[in-house]
């Protein structure tokens, strides 16, 4: 029998490895959803100390949901485009570029304002860039 404990920490290390990010910059916030466990992977950028949403997924259970989460981080670089996204945060003078893997440009929103007030933060330019 497998120590879930373990298994967690092998596979959170594995996902943190394979983004080439460490602990402090990674964070995995699991909670309840309906009978699932909802895993949110959150990047906190050590430069301006903002976090965003990498992604998301749900699982039966927290080990669930970490595989699912390591089967996304290898391979999401080949399913989903970049954009590269202007902002500010309110109260800032500096102007801030940051980079989202998305379907398309709302979702690319969507990471950005993840647990935020949309008043928080003014977006300049959303822009796709072009794939290699």
């Not at 039966?60 to 996204?85: C, G, N, P, Q």
Request: aromatic share 10%; no cysteine.
């Amino acid at each position: 029998m497998e120590d879930l404990h373990v298994e967690s920490s092998r596979i959170q290390k594995q996902i943190e490895d394979h983004l080439g990010m460490g602990p402090g910059n990674l964070l995995f916030d699991f909670r309840q959803l309906d009978g699932r466990v909802r895993l949110d992977l959150i990047t906190v950028n050590p430069r301006h100390h903002q976090s965003f949403l990498l992604r998301y997924e749900e699982g039966h259970d927290r080990l669930d949901a970490l595989r699912k989460m390591l089967a996304y981080v290898k391979d999401f670089r080949d399913t989903e485009s970049s954009y590269t996204i202007q902002w500010r945060a309110r109260g800032d003078r500096e102007l801030q570029t940051s980079y989202f893997r998305a379907h398309n440009a709302y979702e690319a929103l969507d990471k950005l304002y993840y647990g935020r007030d949309l008043n928080t933060i003014t977006v300049f330019s959303v822009v796709l860039n072009p794939s290699s």
